[in-house]
C-alpha cells in the first residue's frame, strides 16, 4: 500500500511539473489517494475489532469446556467411589457382618463424598435435584435397614442408586450439549 500510495505521488509531482494545467487531475489523485488510505484504515480497524472478538470468545470457550469436563470427571470420580462404599455398607449390612471399625471409616468416608457431589450440584437444576436427593436417599438407606426388612431396604437402595447413576448421566448428557454449543 505504501509503494502505491508513493507511486501515486511521484506520478503527482511529474504531473505538476510538466503542465500546470493539470493540478485539478493531480488533486483529485491526491485526494483519492488520501480518502483510500483512509477507508483501509477505518476498514482495518473494523476488521481487527472483529477478528479480537472472534478469538476472546473461543478463548472463553475452551476455558469453560476444559473446567466442565474436569467437573464432570470430578463428579464421576467422587460418585464412583461412594456408590462403592455404599455397595459395600449395604452388602453388609444386609448380612449383619460390618465390623464397627469398617462401620466408622466407611460412613465417614462416603459421607464427604456425598457432601463433595451434593456441593459440586446446583439444586435450582432440575436434573442436578434429582441427583442431591437420590445421594440424600442413599445416605439414608442405613435407618433403612434398622426400620425395616432386609429386602424391602435394598429395593429402597436400589431405586436411590438407579435415580442417582440416572441423574447423573442426564446431567453429563446436559453437560456435553452444552460443551458442544460451546456455551
Known sequence: MEADILKTLVEIKELLSVQPSNWIPALFTLLGVFVGGFWQFCNSKINLKALSEAKELEIK?????????????????????????????????????????????????????????ILMLNIGKPSQEKAIKAVVGIQGIVQTFKDSNSVTAHKIYNAHRNDFTQALLVIFGETWQKIKRLE
Open 61 to 117: 470457550s475452551e476455558v469453560i469446556s476444559k473446567q466442565r469436563q474436569q467437573w464432570m470427571d470430578q463428579i464421576r470420580k467422587t460418585s464412583s467411589g461412594f456408590l462403592a462404599e455404599y455397595d459395600v455398607i449395604v452388602g453388609d449390612f444386609s448380612h449383619d457382618r460390618l465390623p464397627q471399625g469398617k462401620h466408622d471409616d466407611l460412613f465417614k468416608s462416603s459421607n464427604e463424598k456425598a457432601n463433595l457431589i
